[in-house]
């Protein structure tokens, strides 16, 4: 359940410490960004039963994980995590997609281990998985918060030029 997790097995990070300084909380006081009204509005969407996906696209350490679990916060009672990634991201993902239900947070924090996978065709079925789950009305709501840095996005984003094979194709119709 939500309100029983903890941040740091999601993989958000603790402040970091400086020599000589003040240590900081590991998790200081988060403040808001823009981004921060956009994401809390599919967070209601998903609350109010729309199944919804969210991709922050950033570099390393720039607040990505974090920013997912302050919005996860505000999912009402009920609502339940799942963070696939054992025995790895991509097999778990595969293997258990089909077992999520209603009010389920797929956490897909560092999405091109997913989307990316190291075999096509695995990366493919797990893209394929995460549509069906955001289509299917038994399942919903469902919502997906992943996170990935932008010289993974923007591949899996692109167009594929004209006579080349899609190879990104059903990450491209679920991140756009």
């Known amino acids: 359940p939500v309100k029983e997790l903890d941040p740091f097995a999601l993989e958000v990070h603790p402040a970091i410490t400086v020599p000589g300084q003040k240590s900081l909380p590991a998790l200081p006081l988060y403040v808001e960004r823009a981004h921060d009204h956009e994401l809390n509005e599919a967070v209601e969407r998903a609350s109010r039963g729309e199944s919804v996906m969210v991709t922050l696209v950033g570099e390393s350490s720039t607040g990505k994980t974090?920013?997912?679990?302050?919005?996860?916060?505000?999912?009402?009672?009920?609502?339940?995590?799942?963070?696939?990634?054992?025995?790895?991201?991509?097999?778990?993902?595969?293997?258990?997609?089909?077992?999520?239900?209603?009010?389920?947070?797929?956490?897909?924090?560092?999405?091109?281990?997913?989307?990316?996978?190291?075999?096509?065709?695995?990366?493919?079925?797990?893209?394929?998985?995460?549509?069906?789950?955001?289509?299917?009305?038994?399942?919903?709501?469902?919502?997906?918060?992943?996170?990935?840095?932008?010289r993974f996005w923007d591949p899996l984003t692109a167009p594929s030029a004209v006579g080349c094979e899609d190879r990104y194709e059903q990450q491209r119709k679920l991140l756009t």
């Not at 281990?113 to 079925?125: G, K, M, N």
Request: aromatic share 8%; charged share 25%.
């Open 66 to 150: 974090r920013t997912c679990w302050e919005a996860l916060r505000r999912l009402p009672e009920g609502w339940r995590v799942w963070h696939p990634y054992d025995p790895s991201r991509p097999d778990a993902a595969l293997h258990h997609i089909k077992e999520v239900s209603p009010r389920t947070v797929i956490w897909l924090n560092e999405a091109q281990h997913y989307l990316l996978a190291q075999d096509p065709r695995t990366a493919e079925s797990v893209t394929s998985a995460l549509r069906t789950a955001l289509d299917d009305r038994r399942r919903a709501p469902v919502l997906i918060l992943a996170t990935i840095w932008p």
